[in-house]
């Protein structure tokens, strides 16, 4: 079965979709992979290079009733990765889940019957704090929560954890955070840096030890549809990436991960290198 990992900040544009898909495309590289699109803006769908198909089997009637899981997933350009696809129908999704009985677990039962076909599952959840994110929270075994390094991200972390606070007292008792990540860090500023002082003193080892810097290819890449690990896998921003990949992969299977950042990354065909040790059936 595989590790649901969701996405999760109710505040936008601090970089939540770019992990998401960054993390996916990185995981990938040798991981079986589901990304699963719940923000009804679609742009993990089309940062993959999906064209969004309004009427066709997506999250929302996954959620709905109106097709499986299975029926949703579709392959992308990238090997080993596949996606549950969003579009904007997602975003009358509370209503729809209202009168639905057990409706906080709907999507964790739905990717239940299509774990055993993946190593990780990434959920990209909405920028909100409504009943569609409870239902990730509900699926999830664990968050990954990226922040931005200002002070107003700081003010909305709080209103988060009490969320994860009350799914843990309910919902799903399991829920943990796997990581924080910092994202669109400026070194050069004394602000940046206190921020990054005060959120590793706050989380602890919880916080990832490679910080996303801010990075012009990193706002670029969603306009090619590609993941940044694809679309500039020499970036500043796809070699942090790939570097927080590594450390979910240490922290989930307890073993040393080793990237190739030399002849892998930056290959001709756009596509990063990497390998594992210990990897399962080597």
């Given at each position: 079965m595989a590790r649901h990992w969701a996405v999760v900040n109710q505040k936008g544009g601090v970089g939540k979709t770019t992990t998401a898909i960054s993390l996916a495309a990185a995981l990938a590289i040798h991981r079986r992979v589901l990304l699963v699109d719940t923000d009804p803006q679609g742009n993990a769908t089309s940062g993959v290079g999906v064209v969004r198909r309004v009427g066709e089997p997506d999250t929302y009637r996954v959620l709905t009733g109106d097709a499986t899981a299975l029926d949703a997933i579709i392959p992308t350009a990238i090997g080993n990765l596949d996606l549950?696809?969003?579009?904007?129908?997602?975003?009358s999704a509370d209503l729809a889940l209202y009168e639905l009985p057990d409706r906080?677990?709907?999507?964790?039962?739905?990717?239940?019957?299509?774990?055993?076909?993946?190593?990780?599952?990434?959920?990209?959840a909405p920028p909100s704090l409504g009943l569609l994110t409870i239902n990730?929270?509900?699926?999830?075994?664990?968050?990954?929560?990226?922040?931005?390094?200002?002070?107003?991200?700081?003010?909305?972390?709080?209103?988060l954890l009490e969320i994860l606070k009350r799914i843990r007292s309910g919902i799903n008792p399991d829920l943990s955070?796997?990581?924080?990540?910092?994202?669109?860090?400026?070194?050069?500023?004394?602000?940046?840096?206190?921020?990054?002082s005060e959120v590793r003193s706050?989380?602890?080892?919880?916080?990832?030890?490679?910080?996303?810097p801010r990075n012009i290819k990193l706002s670029e890449a969603p306009s090619y549809?590609?993941?940044?690990?694809?679309?500039?896998?020499?970036?500043?921003?796809?070699?942090a990436y790939t570097e927080i990949a590594k450390e979910?992969?240490?922290?989930?299977?307890g073993r040393d991960a080793i990237i190739d950042t030399e002849e892998g990354v930056g290959s001709r065909t756009g596509r990063?290198?990497?390998?594992?040790?210990?990897?399962?059936g080597s």
């Amino acid at each position: 079965m595989a590790r649901h990992w969701a996405v999760v900040n109710q505040k936008g544009g601090v970089g939540k979709t770019t992990t998401a898909i960054s993390l996916a495309a990185a995981l990938a590289i040798h991981r079986r992979v589901l990304l699963v699109d719940t923000d009804p803006q679609g742009n993990a769908t089309s940062g993959v290079g999906v064209v969004r198909r309004v009427g066709e089997p997506d999250t929302y009637r996954v959620l709905t009733g109106d097709a499986t899981a299975l029926d949703a997933i579709i392959p992308t350009a990238i090997g080993n990765l596949d996606l549950i696809p969003a579009t904007i129908d997602l975003a009358s999704a509370d209503l729809a889940l209202y009168e639905l009985p057990d409706r906080e677990r709907i999507l964790r039962k739905a990717l239940d019957s299509v774990s055993h076909r993946y190593d990780y599952i990434i959920i990209d959840a909405p920028p909100s704090l409504g009943l569609l994110t409870i239902n990730v929270l509900a699926a999830a075994d664990e968050v990954i929560i990226p922040m931005q390094c200002e002070y107003f991200a700081l003010e909305g972390i709080s209103q988060l954890l009490e969320i994860l606070k009350r799914i843990r007292s309910g919902i799903n008792p399991d829920l943990s955070i796997a990581r924080v990540i910092l994202t669109m860090f400026d070194g050069r500023t004394n602000h940046a840096n206190q921020i990054l002082s005060e959120v590793r003193s706050f989380f602890g080892d919880k916080v990832s030890n490679t910080v996303v810097p801010r990075n012009i290819k990193l706002s670029e890449a969603p306009s090619y549809g590609q993941p940044i690990t694809v679309y500039d896998p020499r970036s500043k921003g796809a070699v942090a990436y790939t570097e927080i990949a590594k450390e979910l992969l240490t922290h989930a299977e307890g073993r040393d991960a080793i990237i190739d950042t030399e002849e892998g990354v930056g290959s001709r065909t756009g596509r990063a290198t990497a390998w594992w040790r210990k990897r399962p059936g080597s």
